[in-house]
């Protein structure tokens, strides 16, 4: 898992003069060595055990991963799941014809038996979280290579993860924070049988679209609503007629009471990765490369899209998922560029680092220890800036392009696996039934593929883009 457990806290919503918000990021299970006192004071009832516990039932068994990322609630003692319209998108998308256009229309469950399957949709429920910062410690040295110690890390991650999970169903991961500095074991419980109850019309859920989107504040119904299922033992089973909701540990209850100015507001969930470390080198290849390069390659994409889906309703409904999500990061790096310029990120950064060349400078130990630091960073990042235009290309217009291209490079993992000396039948076998499924996804499309018309055009570009970074003749 990619994703992990956090609490965001926005201490004070209101706005009067006197009044001050306040916000911070943690792991649920520091939140009463760190936090707590503060929290209280600002208007939390509820006690770290109600919060995150291992042996009672608290808010982070009814906080689920939904999906490969988004977060999703337990709001009820029947496993009814609430999560957002554009998290449950691809699934309504997934359900819908020219027949049943639910993406257009919204879409109801009556009754249970009403509620739609959806294979490969999963839900992911934290178990625990274990401090594994020491044992990972012990097999690293400053003195490793870069491949060494990732190598050593991979090593000691797959030892811990087989004893946590050893004789149980569960799935776990270990995850490095702070850089590589500490290093946090998750225990997971994962449900593969959920099933679509409700999504409101699109007119609702995507209101303001494009425009709206990472906006404050927005007037949209971004919501849609699941069930998870398990077998009659509550433990996760495959999609079967013969499973029950899940009866979970801990469901949230409804309040409509409403919020009032000054209340305290805390949010339980999984956010994605932070480049909250990058350095001032990062933040110039952002600006002057990366992030526009995105954002060009994807306007031709969604434009290219639009056209066909407007002037074919079965496009429309095929292509829907694909356009939102590639729209989705459109609008992302548009803001992030606009808000890296107007915050000054990049002067804080070098000024940041100009103080940190200055610690340095003060004693000769650590000049000996970190004195070239930013020098090899910046280094690497200049070779980094060399490829960074093809790299995109690639990845953008090609790997997730037309689908044909973006599906060929999923066979480089087979290939990789046969070529092994020793084949390992169970690997490849499972690397089989992922590229199988996959090309399910892929018929779904492929008789009608808006975006293969920029393949030339993106194939053109790409090598072009090559050629010039590397010096090579056009």
Same mark, same amino acid.
């Given at each position: 898992?990619?994703?992990?457990?956090?609490?965001?806290?926005? &201490?004070?919503?209101?706005?009067?003069?006197?009044?001050?918000?306040?916000?911070?990021?943690?792991?649920?299970? +520091?939140?009463?060595?760190? #936090?707590?006192?503060?929290?209280?004071?600002?208007?939390?009832? @509820?006690?770290?055990?109600?919060?995150?516990?291992?042996?009672?039932?608290?808010?982070?068994?009814?906080?689920?991963? +939904?999906?490969?990322?988004?977060?999703?609630?337990?709001?009820?003692?029947?496993?009814?799941?609430?999560?957002?319209?554009?998290?449950?998108?691809?699934?309504?998308?997934?359900?819908?014809?020219?027949?049943?256009?639910? &993406? $257009?229309?919204?879409? !109801?469950?009556?009754?249970?038996?009403?509620?739609?399957? #959806?294979?490969?949709?999963?839900?992911?429920?934290?178990?625990?979280?274990?401090?594994?910062?020491?044992?990972?410690?012990?097999?690293?040295?400053?003195?490793?290579?870069?491949?060494?110690?990732?190598?050593?890390?991979?090593?000691?991650?797959?030892?811990? $993860?087989?004893?946590?999970?050893?004789?149980?169903?569960?799935?776990? *991961?270990?995850?490095? /924070?702070?850089?590589?500095?500490?290093?946090?074991?998750?225990?997971?419980?994962?449900?593969?049988?959920?099933?679509?109850?409700?999504?409101?019309?699109?007119?609702?859920?995507?209101?303001?679209?494009?425009?709206?989107?990472?906006? !404050?504040?927005?007037?949209?119904?971004?919501?849609?609503?699941?069930?998870?299922?398990?077998?009659?033992?509550?433990?996760?089973?495959?999609?079967?007629?013969?499973?029950?909701?899940?009866?979970?540990?801990?469901?949230?209850?409804?309040?409509?009471?409403?919020?009032?100015?000054?209340? /305290?507001?805390?949010?339980?969930?999984?956010?994605?990765?932070?480049?909250?470390?990058? $350095?001032? +080198?990062?933040?110039?290849?952002?600006?002057?490369?990366?992030?526009?390069?995105?954002?060009?390659?994807?306007?031709?994409?969604?434009?290219?899209?639009?056209?066909?889906?407007?002037?074919?309703?079965?496009?429309?409904?095929?292509?829907? *998922?694909?356009?939102?999500?590639?729209?989705?990061?459109?609008?992302?790096?548009?803001?992030?560029?606009?808000?890296?310029?107007?915050?000054?990120?990049?002067?804080?950064?070098?000024?940041?680092?100009?103080?940190?060349?200055?610690?340095?400078?003060?004693?000769?130990?650590?000049?000996?220890?970190?004195?070239?630091? @930013?020098?090899?960073? *910046?280094?690497?990042?200049?070779?980094?800036?060399?490829?960074?235009?093809?790299?995109?290309? @690639?990845?953008?217009?090609?790997?997730?392009?037309?689908? &044909?291209?973006?599906?060929?490079?999923?066979?480089? #993992?087979?290939?990789?696996?046969?070529?092994?000396?020793?084949?390992?039948?169970?690997?490849?076998?499972?690397?089989?039934?992922?590229?199988?499924?996959?090309?399910?996804?892929?018929?779904?499309?492929?008789?009608?593929?808006?975006?293969?018309?920029?393949?030339?055009?993106?194939?053109?570009?790409? $090598?072009?883009?090559?050629?010039?970074? #590397?010096?090579?003749?056009?």
């Amino acid at each position: 898992m990619k994703k992990t457990l956090l609490i965001l806290t926005a &201490l004070v919503l209101g706005l009067a003069p006197m009044t001050k918000a306040d916000e911070g990021m943690w792991l649920p299970i +520091f939140i009463e060595r760190l #936090n707590y006192v503060d929290m209280q004071k600002e208007g939390l009832h @509820l006690t770290p055990e109600e919060i995150y516990s291992i042996n009672h039932s608290s808010l982070k068994d009814a906080v689920a991963i +939904f999906g490969g990322g988004c977060t999703s609630e337990i709001i009820s003692d029947q496993g009814l799941l609430l999560t957002n319209h554009h998290c449950g998108y691809s699934s309504i998308q997934a359900h819908s014809s020219l027949e049943h256009d639910y &993406l $257009t229309n919204g879409f !109801w469950a009556e009754t249970l038996a009403d509620e739609l399957p #959806n294979p490969g949709l999963k839900a992911t429920f934290l178990v625990r979280i274990e401090d594994v910062t020491k044992r990972v410690q012990e097999v690293l040295s400053d003195t490793m290579s870069e491949d060494s110690r990732w190598k050593a890390v991979r090593k000691i991650s797959k030892e811990i $993860t087989g004893e946590a999970t050893d004789g149980t169903h569960y799935t776990a *991961s270990v995850r490095s /924070f702070f850089e590589g500095n500490e290093f946090y074991l998750f225990v997971y419980e994962v449900f593969t049988d959920i099933r679509l109850v409700g999504a409101p019309p699109s007119s609702i859920g995507k209101f303001g679209a494009d425009t709206d989107n990472w906006m !404050w504040p927005r007037h949209t119904g971004d919501f849609s609503m699941f069930r998870v299922y398990a077998d009659k033992d509550g433990n996760p089973a495959p999609y079967s007629e013969d499973n029950v909701p899940l009866k979970p540990k801990h469901s949230l209850p409804i309040s409509v009471a409403g919020v009032h100015e000054g209340d /305290f507001a805390m949010i339980l969930g999984y956010p994605g990765s932070t480049e909250r470390y990058m $350095t001032s +080198f990062g933040i110039k290849l952002a600006l002057d490369i990366s992030n526009n390069t995105i954002v060009t390659i994807r306007d031709k994409k969604l434009k290219i899209m639009l056209a066909d889906m407007q002037a074919d309703p079965a496009v429309r409904i095929k292509y829907a *998922s694909k356009y939102a999500g590639t729209s989705n990061y459109w609008k992302y790096y548009i803001g992030q560029t606009k808000g890296l310029k107007r915050l000054h990120v990049y002067d804080k950064k070098v000024e940041l680092e100009n103080r940190f060349s200055d610690w340095v400078d003060a004693d000769n130990a650590r000049k000996e220890k970190y004195g070239d630091v @930013l020098k090899i960073i *910046s280094d690497a990042y200049s070779t980094i800036e060399k490829y960074e235009l093809a790299r995109i290309y @690639l990845r953008e217009a090609i790997q997730r392009g037309s689908e &044909l291209p973006g599906f060929a490079n999923n066979f480089s #993992n087979l290939a990789y696996q046969l070529s092994k000396k020793e084949v390992d039948r169970e690997k490849v076998d499972k690397t089989i039934s992922y590229l199988k499924n996959g090309k399910k996804d892929i018929l779904k499309t492929i008789m009608n593929p808006p975006t293969a018309n920029c393949l030339p055009q993106c194939l053109k570009c790409i $090598t072009k883009t090559f050629r010039k970074t #590397n010096n090579l003749p056009t």
